[in-house]
């Protein structure tokens, strides 16, 4: 008997050791995390000398006036809705054409399936600086730069590789007997896409619209080669003001980079639940 309680109470030393080191060490990740992004918040509310004397401390007089000057200096009335036109049109045409391309790939197979598949993950391996000539170059001859038309191709095109492999891989495990059975009662194709697989599709696809959101909300490179109207502009290229003549004045460098953030934070916060969902039936079906 007393060998047993001494067995027991090792297991529950051992357990409250290993459940302690555990939260000390999501703790420290969540400070290391959060911190930098209170810092940059907090300083944004102080003058440029404030900062300069005192810059870890909170503000004393906080002031709105950085955000206000950032704003009008930044043209982020315009930016800010390109931004937002930008990220969710190119976001949704990503997940509607990665579906699309995983149900013909992963359900319809023919002798030209592997060869396209194959073609779109060779995608996966090529970087934006690789493309920036290209795309400017095709873009030119096509006619169609300084249009948004353009910033729309180019993000939808390369978020494809990714977002097909994604869908491809997930629709494959999807029933195939649903299908068949949908085929004999005399569905078409586009309807079983409709009806079937992008119901059951929602997990991945939550998945692909989180790791393209952020990726095109803070895409500065192929849109600086795409536009050069500042009406077409996104929120990125409008910070970028802030690194040349004002890179001195923290205040409205930090109003700038503070307003480009808090978007992504929102979204982030009011989603939570269903991205922690989306990842979570993504990972565990693919």
Not at 57 to 72: C, I, M
Not at 88 to 111: D, E, Y
Not at 151 to 167: K, R, T
């Amino acid at each position: 008997m007393e060998n047993r309680k001494h067995q027991a109470s090792v297991k529950k030393t051992t357990s409250f050791a290993g459940r302690f080191f555990a939260y000390l060490i999501m703790v420290i990740f969540a400070i290391m995390t959060v911190y930098p992004i209170f810092w940059l918040i907090m300083n944004s509310f102080k003058t440029t000398r404030e900062f300069q004397l005192n810059q870890i401390g909170f503000p004393k007089d906080f002031t709105l006036s950085n955000y206000v000057e950032a704003w009008k200096m930044g043209d982020f009335g315009l930016l800010f809705p390109n931004s937002l036109i930008y990220t969710g049109g190119a976001t949704i045409g990503i997940i509607f054409f990665s579906l699309l391309a995983g149900f013909a790939l992963g359900k319809l197979h023919s002798r030209a399936t592997k060869p396209i598949y194959g073609s779109f993950m060779i995608g996966i391996l090529l970087t934006t600086q690789t493309l920036m000539i290209p795309l400017f170059l095709e873009v030119n001859m096509l006619g169609i730069y300084n249009t948004r038309f353009a910033v729309l191709l180019v993000y939808i095109g390369s978020g494809l590789p990714l977002g097909i492999y994604l869908a491809t891989e997930y629709i494959r495990s999807i029933p195939t007997a649903l299908i068949e059975s949908a085929r004999i009662d005399g569905a078409g194709f586009f309807t079983i896409f409709k009806r079937i697989i992008v119901p059951m599709s929602k997990p991945v696809s939550t998945t692909i619209a989180i790791l393209n959101i952020s990726n095109i909300w803070n895409e500065f490179a192929i849109i600086n080669i795409l536009v050069s109207k500042t009406e077409l502009k996104s929120l990125p290229l409008g910070i970028y003001k802030f690194s040349g003549s004002l890179s001195t004045d923290y205040g409205k460098q930090f109003a700038a980079l503070t307003i480009g953030m808090v978007p992504m934070l929102v979204f982030y916060i009011i989603f939570r639940k269903q991205i922690t969902k989306g990842v979570a039936a993504g990972a565990i079906k693919g």
